[in-house]
């Protein structure tokens, strides 16, 4: 059954599976406009963290409320990914791409236009749940194209690194664009990077969808529904931890609310007749194993992030700008990271790569632990991020490979929301919870107490790499072969 809606040049059958089809000459073109589209998702997850104090002063924010700015998109984004990608599998995957790319192109307009603080939330929920429907279809649409095995594997690694570019950019370009053209261009920059996404997208990406003979189109609305709030109250609960407390009545209330409604979540989906996430993906030991890493690393990776930037600029007082410069090293690590990754998750398998990379995670963060009050970028950062920014790439591929390894073409849309939700949670935990080790061991606000509270975080980043370690050695196998 052929489901394309592209123009005839690009027209052909959507529905053939995987280990039949002959390779896709555009695939790896198809890969360009899918990373475009990633980058921009990392990119606009992180590029106002610089850009905050101009919008707050510009749009007359009460004091404290600018950081919604950034947190509403985290909510929306975090917790629609598993709609975002069921919705791809059931209703086609390049379809889904396109909408969810001009609503972010729309929602990236209205941000820029937001003349009100009300009207740039509304504008960064819109896009949040955009890029929830983006990166999962975007992943699942890599999936569908590339075979599993060795090719699959190289287009992940360009997948991973294009994230730790993104994420890298944003911390580059945030500050001096708001300075110098107005904090509305860090969103406009958007509008041009996803209209060419959205004009090639027919050219050069086939539609897929999951078989309607064995996957029949009917809906979960109930299962939509609790999971959806259920992942939002959660990440809300971590944003707001470090500032309620963690044993604050708040917190608790709202983590309390999350495991209720992701509980009555699995009770819906054990006994729906067309489940929104079939709990038998579960099943799957690497699949299991392979998000529980993305999980941890996602904490790992988001709390050195965070950690180091305070340290960066409170401790050494560097300005933005110098930060974002003194961070390229970890963005061209994790590229290399990912690049030699791949290679070897073909040659010796995802668990002994993802193990080698936990330990150099863990190595980086105990060393940027030894940190100093009177520090050197050269002589406190830089090695840390050099080594990080290895084991930061070369995870992201291990782990992601595992948690996709076997996924049948029908369930890509489905593991890929699962895969980078459970990345997008972690990094919630990682950053509230290093947060909250600072604030313990830095009563006062005095740079020698901030130094040791830095300190303190970084070693727990050292703690949640040892877990991954774990994660990696008990959980992940080779995954049994891949089902229809």
């Not at 963060?365 to 990080?388: K, Q, V």
């Given at each position: ?79 629609l ?25 729309v ?34 649409i ?16 360009i ?25 509305p ?56 931890a ?6 604050g ?54 709390g ?24 390229a ?17 073909t ?48 995870c ?36 509230a ?34 877990a991954?370690?774990?994660v ?13």
């Amino acid at each position: 059954m052929n489901t394309s809606i592209a123009s005839p040049s690009a027209a052909r059958p959507a529905t053939a599976t995987l280990a039949h089809d002959a390779p896709d000459p555009r695939r790896w073109k198809a890969l360009a406009v899918l990373c475009a589209a990633y980058f921009m998702v990392i990119l606009d997850s992180q590029i106002v963290i610089l850009a905050l104090p101009s919008i707050e002063r510009a749009l007359g924010f009460s004091p404290g409320h600018v950081q919604w700015v950034m947190s509403v998109y985290l909510l929306s984004f975090g917790g629609l990914l598993l709609l975002g990608g069921r919705m791809a599998d059931l209703l086609g995957r390049r379809r889904m791409f396109m909408l969810g790319t001009g609503l972010f192109l729309v929602a990236s307009l209205g941000c820029g236009l937001a003349a009100s603080p009300r009207a740039l939330i509304v504008a960064r929920v819109l896009q949040g749940a955009a890029a929830a429907v983006m990166s999962p279809s975007a992943l699942s649409i890599l999936m569908t194209t590339f075979s599993e095995g060795s090719e699959r594997n190289k287009a992940l690694g360009i997948w991973s690194g294009m994230g730790g570019v993104g994420a890298t950019s944003a911390l580059l370009v945030g500050g001096p664009l708001a300075d110098v053209l107005g904090w509305p261009w860090i969103f406009y920059i958007n509008v041009p990077v996803a209209g060419a996404v959205i004009l090639l997208c027919p050219m050069l990406l086939r539609e897929s969808r999951a078989d309607e003979r064995t996957h029949p189109r009917r809906y979960d609305p109930a299962g939509a529904l609790t999971i959806t709030a259920g992942l939002m109250l959660l990440v809300y609960a971590f944003v707001e931890a470090p500032a309620a407390g963690w044993l604050g009545a708040q917190t608790l209330g709202v983590f309390a609310g999350a495991v209720a409604l992701i509980a009555l979540f699995v009770l819906i989906e054990a006994r729906s007749a067309a489940p929104l996430v079939p709990l038998s993906i579960f099943r799957s030991r690497t699949l299991v194993g392979g998000n529980l890493l993305m999980l941890v690393l996602g904490m790992t990776a988001w709390g050195v992030g965070t950690t180091v930037s305070l340290y960066a600029q409170k401790v050494l007082g560097y300005s933005a700008l110098q930060f974002g410069l003194g961070t390229a090293v970890l963005t061209v690590m994790a590229v290399v990271g990912s690049t030699f990754g791949q290679g070897f998750v073909t040659r010796v398998g995802f668990r002994r790569v993802a193990m080698a990379a936990m330990l150099l995670l863990g190595a980086a963060s105990l060393l940027l632990s030894r940190i100093r009050l009177n520090g050197t970028y050269f002589g406190d950062i830089f090695l840390g991020l050099f080594i990080f920014g290895a084991g930061l790439g070369a995870c992201a591929v291990a782990g992601s490979i595992a948690a996709l390894s076997g996924v049948g073409k029908s369930e890509a849309g489905l593991a890929s929301g699962i895969n980078t939700a459970a990345f997008q949670l972690g990094g919630a935990f990682g950053a509230a919870a290093v947060a909250t080790v600072a604030v313990s061991f830095a009563a006062v606000q005095s740079v020698p107490a901030l130094h040791r509270g830095y300190q303190a975080s970084f070693i727990a980043c050292a703690v949640f790499a040892m877990a991954g370690l774990l994660v990696a050695w008990r959980l992940l196998r080779r995954p049994p072969m891949q089902r229809a």
